[in-house]
């Protein structure tokens, strides 16, 4: 804020000013997904507002954005009975079971005629129970055994799409309003990535770790993990109802209202007149819910009629007015022809069951994780089996069980090795992991690992240096570390396997210009578990350079927005290793940019070319994944969303797009290639489309 926008003002007129910026801005950028501010001037105005809290103590209040996280981890969470039960639902496996659901309910109420229902996608997460006392915030409870839940309310606040207070002027006294606490894909990715860098078991399945997320006694790491939430139900008990409220009734009005809340709810939702029309849309999603980025299991039909719903009432276990219409887990069995180890980044090593190929949840799938030592000895691996494989989270194969009565008699078991396959080294694994390592260095799997990410299109963005050569110069021992590569030559690299002069040339070259990146995306190349590029930026916002960020204490760190104790601690650590720093000396010897340049300091943000824009990418894209193709577009200021419609500027198509590139044609929505993006981020206003 501004000294114009303070004077005159009271601090308590400043602090509900900046409080209402704040809230509108988080309920824009995580609710609505439309942001209205950067995130430095969202961060600015937070600590703004912080300031003024820590000054005058007696100005906070429970809705204020800085309650969100709180400072000291919870001893336990206290069981709370519910007001009312969450009871579970009854399950349909497929279309013959819905229509028996629905005969069985008329049997019940005989002289209804057409009943609405609403159809809404089941996300697959944790069930949460949020109290709302004249519009605060006030509980939040887990599911638990449905009678009785946990208190989880800290955790609860730390869900930014979920409002600590109502955005209504006349709330009702008490609101009890229930959904599905769930993380997204992208970050159950990143999530699995730090726990994978930090020696830690990864979790199976995003359901999975949303819960084990919930029940972390300390806010901050669930902060740090970014669950979302998408609200479903609406409860508003009588007896603290109001004459001059009106209240919803039908379950599609108690979705708007929600929204009018500041709710986020799924917009993947429809009323149904018939049961055929309950049957498209569970048949429409069944293959388009694999485009969305948060994981649905099946779609829950409702009775949209309240009256309707009371009078049907309950079972002792379901609602007799609702029903989860599931869709069948895809599983396949094959044979595993061989089982392998794979050495990652960090040394982690994992076994990897080689299958007899087999199409699972639409793609050929030939390769299987069988994740850890523990695994294989549950599983009862042995060579030859026939095993039933599926995707875990409908993403990673794995192997789910062994068909012991059609193992070969003359089968040996797969025993986990000893030494490192890539240097020999003796593997380690401590009592409290489930993880085995490599802790060796210089293990070629380890250095290679390192040399890829650092030339990653997030990171370096080193052009031409895949793993390919990174073999070959690692095997050749050009490179042990990615300081190294400043020191190759065209003349080292010339007697290489199918390298001439002019490749060379250009690798070369592509090396020796990777020196000029910006020193947030050196700091992510550098590969500190835990900083992912979107900390890496945030780091180096706040520390100007890698002697300033070396030089800070572990509490300055941890005190910068959305940096938690886990990234502290890392980075803290990982700059004081002796052998790492002799790295980054070598790096900052070799001219690699280690601190903030000019450019960055005077860059507007409105000077991104791609600033205003929105995209949504779709199919897959020849050389780029897509959280790379995401990451391009953000770090050029854009958006990218999951979903097309009016706002949408762009669409970036890759083969199998599927129904998101019908939906842009029929919106008069301009298509990218791959190529068509990467000209565009050269060219930002040449608009250039096409396939």
Not at 65 to 83: I, K, L, M
Request: proline fraction near 6%; aromatic fraction near 6%; charge should be negative.
């Amino acid at each position: 804020m501004s000294s114009s926008d303070t004077r005159g003002k009271t601090v308590e007129q400043q602090v509900r000013q900046l409080r209402e910026q704040l809230q509108k801005a988080s309920y824009a950028y995580y609710v609505l997904d439309q942001p209205v501010m950067e995130d430095e001037v969202y961060d600015r105005l937070y600590r703004q507002l912080q300031d003024l809290e820590t000054a005058h103590p007696e100005l906070v209040t429970p809705d204020s954005p800085t309650q969100r996280v709180g400072e000291q981890p919870a001893s336990q969470f206290n069981s709370v009975r519910h007001n009312i039960p969450l009871y579970s639902l009854e399950n349909a496996f497929g279309l013959e079971e819905y229509r028996a659901w629905e005969e069985k309910w008329r049997r019940l109420a005989p002289d209804v005629g057409e009943a609405i229902a609403v159809a809404e996608l089941k996300i697959d997460g944790s069930a949460m129970a949020l109290t709302y006392e004249n519009g605060l915030l006030v509980q939040g409870l887990t599911r638990g055994d449905g009678t009785t839940g946990e208190d989880i309310t800290q955790n609860v606040k730390t869900i930014r799409s979920i409002p600590l207070k109502l955005q209504t002027d006349n709330p009702p006294p008490v609101v009890e309003v229930r959904g599905e606490a769930f993380l997204p894909l992208s970050e159950f990715d990143r999530i699995n990535q730090q726990r994978e860098a930090n020696r830690e078991a990864l979790f199976a399945n995003p359901r999975n770790a949303a819960a084990g997320t919930l029940r972390q006694l300390d806010s901050r790491i669930v902060a740090d993990r970014r669950l979302d939430f998408f609200a479903y139900t609406l409860i508003i008990p009588e007896t603290t109802q109001r004459p001059d409220l009106v209240l919803p009734s039908s379950q599609w009005d108690a979705l708007r209202l929600l929204q009018d809340f500041g709710f986020k709810v799924n917009p993947n939702r429809q009323r149904c007149q018939t049961a055929d029309n309950v049957a498209a849309f569970y048949e429409a999603w069944s293959t388009e819910r694999h485009n969305l980025p948060y994981l649905t299991d099946g779609v829950v039909v409702k009775l949209d009629d309240f009256a309707l719903q009371r009078q049907l009432g309950f079972t002792q276990k379901f609602p007799r007015w609702a029903i989860a219409l599931k869709y069948p887990a895809e599983e396949v069995p094959t044979q595993i022809r061989d089982v392998t180890v794979q050495v990652g980044r960090t040394g982690a090593v994992t076994p990897v069951a080689e299958l007899n190929p087999v199409q699972l949840a639409g793609t050929t799938v030939s390769r299987a994780t069988l994740h850890n030592s523990d695994r294989i000895a549950e599983l009862d691996i042995h060579f030859g089996d026939t095993v039933v494989v599926r995707k875990a989270g409908e993403i990673i194969p794995e192997v789910v069980r062994v068909l012991a009565d059609l193992r070969p008699d003359d089968a040996r078991p797969f025993q986990m090795p000893t030494h490192c396959p890539e240097c020999d080294e003796v593997l380690v694994k401590p009592d409290d992991e489930a993880v085995t390592r490599c802790i060796n260095a210089s293990c070629p799997a380890i250095v290679r690992g390192a040399l890829i990410h650092w030339a990653r299109r997030d990171a370096m963005d080193i052009n031409g240096v895949g793993s390919k050569w990174v073999e070959q110069w690692v095997e050749q021992g050009l490179v042990s570390s990615v300081a190294d590569l400043y020191d190759l030559t065209v003349e080292k690299l010339l007697p290489l396997e199918r390298m001439g002069e002019q490749l060379a040339k250009k690798l070369v070259e592509a090396i020796a210009a990777s020196k000029q990146q910006p020193w947030s995306r050196v700091l992510y190349g550098l590969g500190i578990r835990h900083v992912g590029t979107v900390n890496a930026r945030t780091l180096a916002q706040e520390f100007p350079s890698v002697e300033a960020l070396r030089e800070a204490k572990i509490e300055s760190i941890e005190a910068v927005y959305s940096i938690g104790p886990e990234i502290a601690q890392s980075v803290y650590e990982w700059l004081r290793n002796s052998a790492n720093w002799h790295l980054v000396e070598k790096l900052k010897a070799a001219g690699v940019q280690m601190e903030r340049g000019q450019a960055e300091l005077s860059q507007s943000p409105l000077a991104q070319p791609f600033e205003g824009k929105t995209f949504v990418l779709t199919g897959t894209l020849p050389t780029l994944s897509r959280s790379e193709a995401k990451a391009l577009i953000e770090e050029a200021g854009g958006k990218v969303t999951s979903s097309v419609s009016a706002k949408t500027s762009f669409l970036v198509a890759g083969t199998e797009a599927g129904s998101k590139l019908q939906k842009a044609e029929k919106l008069g929505i301009p298509k990218l290639s791959e190529e068509g993006l990467q000209k565009m981020l050269k060219a930002p206003d040449s608009n250039e489309s096409g396939a």
